[in-house]
Each structure stands twice: as structure tokens, then as C-alpha cells.
């Protein structure tokens, strides 16, 4: 029988690792919170539920008698793919390392207990230990739920009201109990770093220098991909991670994790053992490493272990100066309707443009982005030099015009 491959959240940035699974002769079981859920068109079986209910995937993983489980791109979805591995008797990366690579909190008890650099922090579980940690440390901090995705419940905080009106909401987004992390904020430049684990060695495939939007500093408005940097050291930050990562014994993974610079040194804010969204993982990260990561990822969760030599590039040095930009629109409507959108299919024709999407139609009203989910759309541009990206950048913003009424 044709082997069956259980493919956990069914939402745009799984569709890739779906049609992948497919494209190598095997059947997708998909489950998703929504009936029209877009990952549906292209499985074989699907299961209406809510990609945090252990039980039901299970079933539905029994249902079906899948031969491997995986996701892509959704951090609350990796604690059920560990948990069905786990109970189907399928390679997985295990509970405790589903829980490392979720909990921010346990991010930061790892860091400090093996010597890599993390800011001051403390588990609060209610807003008056916050306060008090934020008067000990007399600096900016930032809060963050636990264990949710999409940057919501993230805000930084500059005064002890900013953290009594924003602590509940911050909390309301922690999964797994009622606790809030409360850090210094770290100043400095803000990076990605993706890559893959192959029989407990981490490989550092792609890297990035973010921007975020002037008006919220922890949502980011552009991520560009170079394979080295003029000004941030990117062998010590490919380092870096393949150590912290690599030590914390998962056997295999892909990852997406974010650093920021201070003083020299490269601090973690994050790592997932998924791959970054909107594409990172399944578009950029091939095209900027060369590496087959879906394929090295759908093999290891069928029993495949990979090798390090499939890691091998044969043209190394073209690859070394390839870029890729995810950018992410900056719009505001000040409360206007928009009348018209130009530009689309002059944008769409140029060749290094991979997707253009606009969360956004005639008659709408733009809003600020308050958190991943709610910006108002991006485009995704890969060339073989730093200088195309740059110049399509700007042929972008030249040519996509938004009108609004008077």
C-alpha cells in the first residue's frame, strides 16, 4: 500500500510541504481547523479540527494508519506532530524538545544553563511580578505569551501603566497556563536563521537582516536573505546557531530561529523546529542554500535518515552571492476607502518576482499591522545578486500605486 504521510495544519504556508509530500508518490492525510481549508484541495484525507487537539489527530492519524507526521511553518501545530509521532510509533523529535522549541521561557532556562548569551528575563504570573521585576531592572522590556506565534501578545514596554494595560492581554495568548515572560529588551539589529538538523547536527542554510515598522518595532516589514554581510559577522552567527541548536539534542528538524546583535555577541530571541512562514522555508531557504530541505524532512519522518553529503553544493560559489527579499507592504489609509489599485501585472511580469499578495481589495480601509497576521500584504523577489534585489525593491514601490477617495 502507498504510504501515507500526515501533514498537521492545512492553512497557505503548509500548501508547499503538502504538494511536496505528494510529488514524491505519497498520500497526505491533512487536518485543519476550517472546512475550506486551502490544504484540503490537494490531500487525499482531511480532518476538520483544531491543529492543538492532541486526541483528535490521533485519531484521525489512526484513522487512516499514517506511516509519518510532520508540519510546516506553525509553532502551535509541532507540540500534536511530536505528540501523534509519538503514540503511532513514528520518528519525531519527541515531547520534551516539542516543548523546548515552543516555550519561550524554556528557551531562555536553555540558554542560561549551557552559556549562550540571554537577556535578563522572568516568568511572571501575575502583572504586580512583572512590575516588580521591571522597577529591579529600570530598563525597557518586552513581554510575550509563552507559546504563541505570529508575534501576537508581543509588546514593548516603556513605563509601569503601559505594563498593567498590556499584561492581561499578553497572557490571554499563552497556551499552556497563565504565565507572561517579561525580558530586557535588547537594542540592535534583528536577524532570521534557518536551517536543518541531520542526525543531531544543526546546518545554518539561510540568514537574514530584518527591518520592522517604524510605528511597532517587534513586527518585522522586510527580511533580506545574503548569504554573507558586510557589516554583521554571518560566520559567527551560522556558529552560533549550529551550536546552541545542535546542543540541545534534536535529532532532526528543520528550524527557523532569530537572533539580535549586541555588543559583539548574538543573542537569541527564538528558535522553532519548523521553518519560517511565508514562504521562508519552502521557497527562499532552497534557493539561497540549494539544499532540498522539504525532501531531507519528509525523508527523516519516514524512517529516511539523511546524510550530510546531501547537504553537498556542486556551484558553492554562485550560491554565495544570491539574495532574496520578503518585503511587507506599508500602506496606511488614514481611514480612507481605497478606489484604486495599478501596478499588479507590471509587478507580476517582472522574472525575479516570486508572489505578490495583497491582503487588501478597492473599498477597503487599511489598518496598522498590531500583530503577523494583520499585515496588509507583501511580495517575495529572488535574484543571483544583492544589486537586482535592491533595484526590484525600488521598481516595486515605484510601480504599485494606491489611490484613495478624497
Not at 154 to 176: C, K, V, W, Y
Request: overall charge negative.
Amino acid at each position: 500500500m502507498m504510504k501515507r504521510v500526515m501533514v498537521i495544519a492545512g492553512g497557505t504556508w503548509q500548501v508547499p510541504l503538502i504538494k511536496k509530500v505528494k510529488s514524491l508518490g505519497y498520500e497526505v492525510v491533512n487536518s485543519n481547523l476550517y472546512e475550506d481549508s486551502i490544504g484540503f484541495k490537494y490531500a487525499d484525507f482531511t480532518g476538520v479540527m483544531d491543529v492543538r487537539d492532541k486526541e483528535k489527530n490521533l485519531a484521525l492519524a489512526k484513522e487512516y494508519k499514517i506511516d509519518a507526521v510532520l508540519t510546516d511553518q506553525s509553532d502551535i501545530a509541532v507540540p500534536t506532530v511530536a505528540y501523534v509521532a509519538e503514540q503511532m510509533g513514528c520518528p519525531g523529535i519527541g515531547h520534551e524538545m516539542a516543548e523546548l522549541f515552543t516555550n519561550k521561557f524554556k528557551m531562555r532556562e536553555y540558554c542560561r544553563e549551557n552559556k549562550f548569551k540571554y537577556p535578563e528575563y522572568r516568568l511572571c504570573t501575575n502583572v504586580e511580578e512583572a512590575i516588580e521585576f521591571y522597577r529591579e531592572l529600570g530598563k525597557k522590556v518586552i513581554i510575550k505569551p509563552l507559546d504563541s506565534q505570529s508575534s501576537r501578545g508581543i509588546f514593548t514596554i516603556e513605563s509601569e501603566q503601559e505594563l498593567r494595560d498590556r499584561f492581561a492581554e499578553t497572557e490571554a495568548f499563552t497556551n499552556s497556563g497563565d504565565y507572561v515572560l517579561v525580558e530586557r529588551y535588547i537594542e540592535g539589529t534583528e536577524f532570521t536563521v534557518d536551517g536543518i538538523v541531520i542526525d543531531g547536527t544543526h546546518h545554518t542554510l539561510a540568514i537574514s537582516q530584518k527591518e520592522h515598522y517604524s510605528y511597532n518595532r517587534n513586527i518585522a516589514s522586510k527580511l533580506f536573505f545574503t548569504n554573507y554581510n558586510e557589516t554583521f559577522d554571518y560566520d559567527l552567527l551560522r556558529k552560533t546557531n549550529d551550536e546552541l541548536i545542535s546542543g540541545t539534542g534534536i535529532k532532526y528538524a528543520i528550524t527557523h530561529s532569530e537572533y539580535k546583535f549586541e555588543d559583539g555577541d548574538y543573542y537569541l530571541i527564538e528558535m522553532a523546529a519548523r521553518g519560517g512562514g511565508s514562504r521562508i522555508a519552502s521557497d527562499i531557504v532552497p534557493f539561497m542554500s540549494g539544499v532540498d530541505n522539504y525532501q531531507l524532512l519528509i525523508n527523516a519522518a519516514l524512517g529516511k535518515t539523511p546524510s550530510v553529503e546531501e547537504l553537498h553544493i556542486s556551484d558553492a560559489e554562485k550560491m554565495k552571492e544570491r539574495a532574496a527579499v520578503l518585503e511587507f507592504l506599508d500602506i496606511e489609509s488614514e481611514g480612507k476607502k481605497i478606489t484604486k489599485i495599478e501596478g499588479v501585472e507590471q509587478i507580476n511580469a517582472i522574472p525575479e518576482i516570486l508572489q505578490l499578495q495583497l491582503e487588501f481589495k478597492e473599498g477597503d480601509i487599511i489598518e496598522k499591522a498590531q500583530d503577523d497576521r494583520s499585515r496588509v500584504g507583501f511580495f517575495i523577489a529572488r535574484a543571483e545578486s544583492k544589486e537586482r534585489i535592491e533595484e526590484i525593491e525600488k521598481e516595486v514601490k515605484n510601480t504599485l500605486k494606491v489611490s484613495f477617495e478624497s
